[in-house]
Structure formats: structure tokens, C-alpha cells
T-cell receptor, first 111, second 113 residues
Framework: DAEITQSPRHKITETGRQVTLACHQT?????MFWYRQDLGHGLRLIHY???????NKGEVSDGYSVSRSNTEDLPLTLESAASSQTSVYFC??????????FGPGTRLTVL | GNSVTQMEGPVTLSEEAFLTINCTYT??????LFWYVQYPGEGLQLLLK?????DKGSNKGFEATYRKETTSFHLEKGSVQVSDSAVYFC????????????FGAGTRLFVKA
């Protein structure tokens, strides 16, 4: 069965370190998205991609980057982790204008 | 711009009670409308959707009707169960300008036995 996975599921890191969160989907969807979810803020879009080599900034992109070298993967990198980036991160994929399929999330703690 | 407004929670109900979670939207034209559900410790998953006016989406006893005249997509269930306790998100995809989904803030539902 097709699926979307995220790794790691939990991560603790220190301020200033570079961190990469992985997202892998086997739906063959062109569209992929990264969100963060915080109490009181709902879901906020970080970056998104509509296909290989395409990346776009979302509403809270500062301090984050993505790259899309193939259809299946959209890794999210925190260049220099800050305590304000402690959050739960969700990756999602979608066909053209269809519903999004979400991964299980990564809980990131920055100390 | 495009936006989704849903009722603030938490909503607390007893088992077998009737549920309504209100959702209204702002968008030009005819967006596609969705309800997602998030159970504790999990990602969001699609609950139901409607893609044109007067369509009714339904799944697992939940229903929502696309009302263009009131720009609404309220979620209803006739008899909730403890297992329905979750956070519910209303969402839309505009019919122009890309494939991003616009999410509401989410409504937490607690169902007591």
C-alpha cells in the first residue's frame, strides 16, 4: 500500500545545530508540503513543492529550507536550530487538487 | 484572500449527543471543501469532502453540505462516540492559484462516556 513516512519520529537537539527531517511518500504525488503545529497556532505552512526541482516558501519559512531532487522525498532542514523551532512537524503529499495525505509527524525539541 | 473560520473549542459532549461544528469560508469562485480529523499523536486524515455547491460529503456517520449561499460547510454527526474525541479541521483548496490547502484553526472535541 502507498504511504507517507517521516523520520525520525522524535528528535532532541541543541541550539545552533543543523537538523534534517525526512519525508518519503510512495503515492507518486507531485505536491508535497511541510507544516508545523503548535498550540494556539494550528497548522502553519513552512515550505511546499509542486514537483522535482520546484520549492516555494510558505508563511513561516525563515530558518528552514527544502530541496526536491526526486518525486518521493522532501527533506526539511533547519539551518541553525532555535528554541522557537520546538514543535511537531508534519509532512503531507497530494495529487493536483485533491486531499492531502499526512505523515505521522516528527516531534522536535530544541534545547 | 482565502480563509476558513471554524468554531472555537473545546467542545465537550456526552456519548450519543448530536454534534455540530461550524465552518465558514472566504474564497472566490467554487473552492473544494474538506474536513480532516486528527486523533491524538497522529497526523491529519481526510474525513470527508465536497467539490461543488450542494454536494454532501459523508463518512463514518459524519456529514457536511457545501452551502454556497452561506459560504458554509458545517460538520454534523447524529450520535457521537467516545472514539470520536479528536481535533477537527475544516479546510479549502481554492479553484485558482495553486494547490495549497487553507486550514481552519481546528476544533477539539471531547466525548464523555
Amino acid at each position: 500500500d502507498a504511504e507517507i513516512t517521516q523520520s525520525p519520529r522524535h528528535k532532541i537537539t541543541e541550539t545552533g545545530r543543523q537538523v534534517t527531517l525526512a519525508c518519503h511518500q510512495t503515492w507518486n504525488h507531485n505536491n508535497m508540503f511541510w507544516y508545523r503545529q503548535d498550540l494556539g497556532h494550528g497548522l502553519r505552512l513552512i515550505h511546499y513543492s509542486y514537483g522535482v526541482q520546484d520549492t516555494n516558501k510558505g508563511e513561516v519559512s525563515d530558518g528552514y529550507s527544502v530541496s526536491r531532487s526526486n518525486t518521493e522525498d522532501l527533506p526539511l532542514t533547519l539551518e541553525s536550530a532555535a528554541s522557537s523551532q520546538t514543535s511537531v512537524y508534519f509532512c503531507a503529499s497530494a495529487p493536483q487538487k485533491g486531499e492531502q495525505f499526512f505523515g505521522p509527524g516528527t516531534r522536535l525539541t530544541v534545547l | 484572500g482565502n480563509s476558513v473560520t471554524q468554531m472555537e473549542g473545546p467542545v465537550t459532549l456526552s456519548e450519543e449527543a448530536f454534534l455540530t461544528i461550524n465552518c465558514t469560508y472566504t474564497a472566490t469562485g467554487y473552492p473544494s471543501l474538506f474536513w480532516y480529523v486528527q486523533y491524538p499523536g497522529e497526523g491529519l486524515q481526510l474525513l470527508l469532502k465536497a467539490t461543488k455547491a450542494d454536494d454532501k460529503g459523508s463518512n463514518k456517520g459524519f456529514e457536511a453540505t457545501y452551502r454556497k449561499e452561506t459560504t458554509s460547510f458545517h460538520l454534523e454527526k447524529g450520535s457521537v462516540q467516545v472514539s470520536d474525541s479528536a481535533v477537527y479541521f475544516c479546510a479549502l483548496i481554492p479553484n485558482t492559484g495553486g494547490f495549497k490547502t487553507i486550514f481552519g484553526a481546528g476544533t477539539r472535541l471531547f466525548v464523555k462516556a
